[in-house]
């Protein structure tokens, strides 16, 4: 069965730029691919969530700064982030799914740290 594995977290200061990847070890992404994050203290939230057949969805706070894309022949999916704020700080999971906001299969998360 497909494994999401993360990669491409770290420590930026605030305003920097990060992208994310993620690889679909074992198999390949079902139709739909997120980005999402869980920060301290708080709920895990949709970030970003890319359609195979095209359209990208992203939340309030992320659109406009962050963009979804995926490489279908390198079976990775990417999240680049740009004009990062210290409120993006959180553990950054990587998920896919035959449903836009249900997902099967996900990832042990990459760590983001923006700081002020």
């Known amino acids: 069965q497909v494994q999401p594995v993360e990669s491409g977290g770290g420590l930026v200061q605030a305003g920097g730029s990060l992208t994310l990847s993620c690889v679909a070890d074992g198999g390949f992404f079902y139709r739909y691919a997120a980005w999402l994050r869980q920060a301290p203290g708080k709920e895990r939230e949709s970030v970003a969530v890319?359609?195979?057949?095209?359209?990208?969805y992203y939340s309030e706070s992320a659109e406009g700064r962050f963009t979804i894309f995926r490489d279908n022949g390198k079976n990775t999916v990417y999240l680049q982030m740009n004009n990062l704020k210290p409120e993006d700080s959180g553990v950054y999971y990587c998920a896919t799914g035959s449903g836009r906001e249900s997902y099967e299969y996900w990832g042990r998360g990459t760590q983001v740290t923006v700081s002020s």
């Open positions: 890319v359609d195979y057949v095209g359209p990208k």
